[in-house]
């Protein structure tokens, strides 16, 4: 793994780079890893795609828990893209468990290389990774490059509540409310939907932080020396709540591309 691509996974995943080798083991129970599933899904819905001819994109798709129910409810082909074969290997395992191998493809690739070339997807779906691409206007230049003219782009992020920037890392492309708009739109594509998720961030991130520091612990038992770095990570993991509950409101965006 070269430096570039494991700079991004560490940032991506909020973990040290010297504790990703770690990181399927710390997130074994969760599936999501914190995106918005049902929220996502309910937008989908809303779309009303011919399953027999649609196809979405999931950037960054993690273990799959956004691809395997899209391709169980609506019927269509959906594809995958992300860097961790533990990952991977847990997505295929849920699309075999829930009978909709055939349509879903999940590829190994780094994100930030495979949206360099142009798609055709109805829908792409990025999903919980932050400041990936920097910036929301960036974000979505390079989102609108991977679907057809009249098709989708689905961002589950969030805007600061009370302020236009906040000097944490990983947090640089958060801006207000009226800011994030005017960079989401920034190229004339339609906003068509603002979904909050200020509620089931909330819980949802409570819940992951005790799994991932019962893992850690057990962690700690079987390496002591990464007994520093494991304390750290959950730390950071307890900050990042505090600050989310406080600083930002959760939202899903979704865009209608209006033209090439």
């Not at 989708?152 to 906040?166: F, H, K």
Request: glycine share 6%; aromatic share 8%; proline share 2%.
């Amino acid at each position: 793994m070269n430096d570039k691509i494991q700079k991004s996974l560490a940032a991506s995943l909020e973990i040290e780079e010297k504790l990703l080798p770690y990181v399927s083991y710390l997130l074994q129970d969760l599936w999501s890893l914190g995106s918005s599933v049902d929220q996502i899904l309910e937008f989908i819905d809303s779309l009303h795609l011919p399953s027999a001819t649609a196809s979405i994109l999931d950037l960054g798709c993690g273990k799959g828990a956004v691809c395997v129910p899209i391709a169980s409810k609506f019927g269509c082909k959906v594809v995958g893209v992300d860097f961790m074969n533990e990952f991977l290997e847990d997505a295929r395992s849920k699309a075999t468990e829930f009978h909709v191998s055939h349509l879903c493809s999940f590829i190994k690739h780094d994100i930030l290389d495979f949206v360099e070339d142009e798609h055709e997807f109805d829908v792409v779906i990025l999903a919980s990774l932050g400041g990936i691409f920097e910036t929301f206007k960036n974000t979505v230049a390079k989102l609108r490059t991977q679907v057809k003219v009249g098709g989708y782009i689905v961002i589950d992020d969030g805007y600061l509540r009370n302020r236009n920037n906040l000097s944490r890392k990983g947090y640089g492309h958060y801006r207000d409310h009226e800011t994030t708009l005017r960079e989401l739109t920034a190229f004339n594509d339609r906003l068509i939907a603002e979904i909050n998720t200020t509620e089931f961030n909330r819980k949802i991130n409570e819940e992951y932080l005790m799994l991932i520091q019962k893992r850690s612990e057990e962690l700690i038992g079987q390496n002591p020396e990464l007994e520093k770095d494991l304390q750290n990570y959950i730390h950071s993991q307890t900050e990042e709540c505090e600050i989310l509950n406080i600083e930002i409101e959760g939202m899903i965006w979704a865009l209608r591309k209006e033209a090439a």
